[in-house]
C-alpha cells in the first residue's frame, strides 16, 4: 500500500480524533478552573446527551439539529444540577469528596441513560453516507461533522473567556473566588454556570463523537481516555486542550498503526499510560499553571 | 455584570425541564426488574397447591461493550420467565414450578461476574444460572459444575462443549465458523481471506484456531491476521481495513459484535475496500443494514445457527416470541433485534424443557444435577424443540454440542436478507482443532 496514502490517512484521522478528545477535555477543564475536581460524571453527561439525540432523532422524527441543540440545553441542565446539589454544598470540604459524588452522579446518569435509550443499546446517528477524496485522504461527511462541531466548541468558549465580559469574570472567579467576591462579582453564579458551559461543552463533544463511533454506552470510555488530553495540557488550561487532544490522537493513531501488529490493542491504551506519565513527571500539565505553596 | 436573578432563573428553569423530562421518559418505559417476581395470580397457585420454585441466577451485560447485542437478549430471557411463569411449567408428574430470577448487569467484565455468581449460589441458592460471554462462562464453568449449577449461557465458545454444567441451544462458535469458511469456499475456490477480530477479547478469539484449521483443508488462504478492537471508533476500524487492504483479501471475517463489525464495513465502503464480510454470530442481526449503511448492501453476509424470526412467522416458535413480548409488556419498537430477543429466549426454554422432563422428587432433590442430567437424557432420547427457531438440540455427556446446521444470511443488493443453507459440517471437528489449539 501507498505509503503516502497511509500516512495521511492516518493523519487526518488522528486530527478528527484528537479535536473530539479535545472537546472533551474541555469539558473537565472549565470545572476544574472553577471547583479545583476533576467532574468524574463528564462520561456519562456524554452517553445522556447522545442517546438523547440518538431517541430523538430516530423514534421521535426530530431533525437531527434540533435534537442536537436540545440535547446542549440538557447538557447544560445537568451541568448546573451537578453544581447546584453536589458543588456547592461540598465547597470548602475536601476536593476528594467532590470527586467521589461526580463519580457517584456517574452512576446515576448511567441510569438515566438506560431509560433515556429505551433499552436499546446502540444506534446511528443515520448521518448522510456521503465521501470525499482529497488529494490521498478519503474522507466522509461525519469526519467533517466532528471536526466541524468540536472546534467550534473550543473556540467559541477559549473567544468566550478571552473577549466576554462573562468570560472574563469566570477567569476571575477561577482565579481566585475570594478577589473576585470581594470585586462584587457573583461569584456562586459564575461557578454555576461554569459547570452548565461545561455541561454543553460535554454534549457537543458526544454529539461529534456519536457521528464518528455510533451511540452506545460504550462512548463513556472515550470521555475516560480525553482525561489523558486533559491532563498533558493541564486541567485548568482552556486552549491547551487543543495540544492535549492532538498529541492524544496522533499517539492512539500512529501508536496502533505500529503496534498493532506486535501487540494488538496497546495503541488504544496509550492515552491510560499518558495518564500514568503525566502524573509522575509533570502533574500540573504542558500549560497548567503550576502552583507552589509555602509554609 | 448580567444579573445574578437571571441565572438563577436559568438554571431552575433547565433543573425543572431535566427533572420533567425525565420523569416523561421513566412513565413510558417498560420495566427491566432485577428482584423475583411472583404475580398475584402465581402467588394464588402457590396456596393452593404444591409448587416448586425453582431459582435462577441471570447474567447480562446491559452497560459492556457487548451491550450492543446484550439488552435485547436480556430482554428475551426477562420475557420467556415471565411468559413461562404465566403459561405454567410443569414437571412430569404435574408438579407446577415456577420460576425466580434475579437479573445483574456486569457489563462485560469477568470479575463482576464472578461477584454475582457468588451472590447467586450463597444468597439464593440458585439451581441454574442463564449466562452471558465468553471469558466469564469459562472462568466460571469450573465452579459451576463443582456447584452443580447448570448454565446456560450466550457464549458459545467451544471451550464449553466439553464442561459438565455447560450447555447452549446452538453450535459453538468453532462449528459456526467452519460452516462459513465451508460456504466461502463453495463460492469461491482457493478465497484469500482476512480475519479481523479482536485479539484481547475470548469471544472473537475463540473459533479462530478452527478457521485456520478448516480452511487449510477446504483450500482457502488465510492471508491476514489484523485486529479490530470491540470498543472501535471509525478511525479504528479504518485502520483495520487499511492493513486489511493491503493483503487484498476476496473475504473478511468479522469476529467481534455488531457495533464493532457495522463500522468496519463502513469504514470499507469508505475507503473503497473490495471483498465480502463474512460475520460471526453476534457480529450481525436485522439491524445490520441500518448500523452498517448502504454500502454493506450486496458484501455482508452473517453466520446463524438460528432461524431469523421474521423468517419463520407461521413456526409455533415465533407465536411463543410475540405472546412473550405482549405478556412481558414489549411493543415492537421495545426490541431492536428479534433474533437477540429468540437467542435469550431460547436459553430459558432450554430450562424449562429439561425441568418438564422430571419429576418432582428428582428435580427436588437433584436441583442443578438432576437438570442436567434430563438435559442430557437427549443424547439417545428425543431432542429439544424449540418450535423451528432453531434446530432439534441433543447434549451427550462430555460433549454439548447441540447439533452443527448453522445458515448463512446475507443481505442482498436489495438491502433484504437472504437465507442460504444449512450447511454443515461433517468432515472436520472444529470443536476439537480449537481445543487442541488451546483458543
Not at chain 1, 263 to 283: R, S
Not at chain 2, 407 to 414: A, K, N, S
Amino acid at each position: 500500500m501507498d505509503t503516502l496514502y497511509l500516512i495521511a490517512n492516518t493523519a487526518f484521522q488522528a486530527l478528527v480524533m484528537g479535536f473530539i478528545y479535545a472537546a472533551l477535555a474541555l469539558g473537565y477543564n472549565i470545572v476544574y478552573r472553577v471547583s479545583k475536581a476533576v467532574n468524574l460524571a463528564e462520561p456519562e453527561i456524554v452517553v445522556f446527551t447522545a442517546y438523547v439525540v440518538f431517541v430523538l432523532s430516530a423514534y421521535y422524527h426530530v431533525p437531527i439539529p434540533a435534537a442536537f441543540t436540545l440535547s446542549l440545553a440538557l447538557g447544560f441542565g445537568v451541568g448546573v444540577a451537578l453544581e447546584r446539589l453536589l458543588a456547592r454544598p461540598l465547597r470548602g470540604r475536601p476536593v476528594a469528596a467532590l470527586m467521589a459524588a461526580t463519580l457517584g452522579a456517574y452512576y446515576v446518569l448511567r441510569g438515566m441513560s438506560m431509560v433515556v435509550s429505551r433499552g436499546f443499546e446502540m444506534g446511528s446517528l443515520g448521518l448522510p453516507e456521503t465521501y470525499y477524496s482529497i488529494g490521498p485522504v478519503r474522507a466522509s461527511l461525519s469526519d467533517f461533522i466532528a471536526i466541524c462541531v468540536s472546534l467550534s466548541v473550543i473556540v467559541g468558549i477559549v473567544l468566550m473567556h478571552r473577549y466576554t465580559r462573562l468570560g472574563i469574570a469566570m477567569r476571575a472567579v477561577s482565579e481566585d473566588a475570594f478577589g473576585a467576591s470581594a470585586y462584587g462579582l457573583p461569584v456562586t453564579v459564575l461557578t454555576m454556570l461554569s459547570w452548565g458551559i461545561a455541561g454543553v461543552v460535554s454534549a457537543a463533544a458526544a454529539f461529534a463523537l456519536a457521528a464518528k463511533a455510533q451511540v452506545s454506552p460504550m462512548l463513556d470510555f472515550y470521555a475516560i481516555k480525553a482525561l489523558a488530553a486533559s491532563l498533558l495540557a493541564g486541567l485548568d488550561s482552556i486552549a491547551g486542550v487543543v495540544v492535549g487532544g492532538l498529541v492524544l490522537g496522533f499517539m492512539e493513531q500512529f501508536g496502533s498503526l505500529a503496534l498493532d501488529p506486535i501487540l494488538p490493542g496497546l495503541g488504544n491504551q496509550l492515552a491510560f499510560i499518558v495518564m500514568l506519565v503525566v502524573l509522575l513527571f509533570k502533574p500540573y500539565g504542558l500549560f497548567g499553571t503550576e502552583r507552589i505553596e509555602r509554609v | 455584570m448580567v444579573s445574578k436573578a437571571v441565572y438563577a432563573g436559568i438554571a431552575i428553569l433547565i433543573i425543572v425541564l431535566v427533572v420533567v423530562a425525565g420523569l416523561l421518559m421513566l412513565r413510558s418505559q417498560p420495566s427491566m426488574h432485577v428482584s423475583p417476581t411472583t404475580t398475584p395470580t402465581e402467588a394464588g397457585v402457590v396456596a393452593e397447591k404444591r409448587v416448586i420454585r425453582v431459582p435462577v441466577g441471570v447474567l447480562v451485560d446491559l452497560s459492556g461493550p457487548t451491550s450492543g447485542v446484550g439488552r435485547d437478549y436480556a430482554k428475551g430471557v426477562e420475557a420467556a420467565f415471565k411468559y413461562f411463569n404465566e403459561k405454567g411449567v410443569y414437571t412430569r408428574d404435574g408438579v407446577r414450578v415456577v420460576f425466580d430470577y434475579w437479573v445483574r448487569d456486569y457489563a462485560y467484565n469477568p470479575t463482576r461476574a464472578e461477584e454475582f455468581y457468588r451472590e447467586f449460589r450463597d444468597k439464593y441458592g440458585v439451581w441454574a444460572i442463564i449466562g452471558w460471554g465468553t471469558a466469564d462462562t469459562e472462568k466460571l464453568s469450573d465452579s459451576a459444575a463443582r456447584d452443580h449449577i447448570v448454565y446456560i449461557s450466550a457464549s458459545y465458545s467451544a471451550k464449553l462443549v466439553v464442561k459438565p454444567y455447560n450447555f447452549f441451544p446452538a453450535p459453538d462458535y468453532s462449528t459456526q465458523a467452519c460452516a462459513a469458511v465451508r460456504w466461502i469456499a463453495s463460492k469461491k475456490p482457493g478465497a484469500r481471506l482476512v480475519l479481523l477480530y479482536d485479539h484481547n477479547a475470548a469471544y472473537s478469539r475463540s473459533p479462530i484456531p478452527a478457521i485456520k484449521a478448516y480452511a487449510a483443508k477446504v483450500g482457502v488462504n488465510i492471508v491476514g491476521d489484523v485486529h479490530l478492537p470491540l470498543k472501535a471508533t471509525e478511525a479504528d476500524a479504518e485502520k483495520s481495513i487499511r492493513e486489511a487492504m493491503a493483503k487484498n483479501p476476496d473475504y473478511l471475517w468479522c469476529g467481534n459484535t455488531i457495533r464493532s463489525c457495522a463500522l468496519a464495513v463502513k469504514a470499507a465502503t469508505k475507503l473503497g475496500a473490495k471483498g465480502m464480510f463474512v460475520i460471526n454470530v453476534w457480529g450481525f442481526d436485522e439491524r445490520f443494514p441500518e448500523l452498517a449503511g448502504k454500502g454493506s448492501y450486496g458484501r455482508t453476509a452473517g453466520v446463524s445457527p438460528f432461524r431469523y424470526p421474521e423468517t419463520v412467522r407461521d413456526s409455533e416458535g415465533y407465536r411463543m416470541l410475540v405472546e412473550a413480548m405482549k405478556i412481558a409488556g414489549y411493543s415492537d419498537k421495545d426490541v431492536g433485534s428479534m433474533l437477540r430477543f429468540a437467542q435469550g429466549f431460547l436459553n430459558v426454554w432450554l430450562l424449562v424443557q429439561a425441568i418438564e422432563r422430571l419429576d418432582s422428587t428428582t428435580l427436588v432433590k437433584g436441583k442443578g444435577a438432576a437438570i442436567k442430567q434430563a438435559l442430557e437424557s437427549s443424547c439417545q432420547g428425543e431432542p429439544f424443540d424449540f418450535g423451528g427457531l432453531a434446530p432439534p438440540a441433543r447434549y451427550c455427556p462430555g460433549r454439548h454440542l447441540a447439533h452443527t446446521t448453522v445458515w448463512i444470511v446475507v443481505l442482498g443488493e436489495d438491502g433484504r436478507l437472504h437465507v442460504e443453507g444449512p450447511i454443515e459440517v461433517t468432515d472436520f471437528d472444529c470443536v476439537k482443532a480449537t481445543l487442541e489449539a488451546g483458543g
